[in-house]
């Protein structure tokens, strides 16, 4: 994608009907397994601009993951690590690994 569509995707996330609606569809089924503060270390594969970490967050340490650095610079959370590089994430070994 041209960096430009980025920009666009990103201002999208923060109101278009179908991302918000994709946000509440993941909270509510994310909080029949977990409530928020349980401790998850949490992937977003393929996070693009990173409008999912935020309200992922409320859940455990974040990292978005996305091949596109022009995506990773729109992530707005500053708790949240981002890579487009799978190997900076946790080991799948420690506790309570959740992959998104």
């Known amino acids: ?3 430009r569509e ?11 009907w179908w991302y918000q609606g994709m946000a ?3 909270r509510n089924i994310l909080d029949v397994f977990y409530a928020p503060g ?7 594969a393929g996070c693009g601009t990173g409008a999912g970490l935020l309200f992922l967050s409320q859940y455990g340490s974040v990292t978005g993951l996305d ?11 500053a708790d949240a690590q981002r890579s487009s590089e799978l190997r900076s994430w946790p080991s799948l070994s420690e506790t309570k690994p959740l992959i998104l």
């Open 67 to 77: 091949i596109s650095s022009y995506a990773l610079r729109s992530v707005p959370v």
């Open 24 to 26: 509440a569809i993941t």
């Open 6 to 16: 980025y920009e666009i995707m990103y201002r999208a996330e923060q109101c278009h």
């Open 38 to 44: 349980s401790g998850l270390a949490i992937l977003d």
């Open 1 to 3: 994608m041209e960096p």
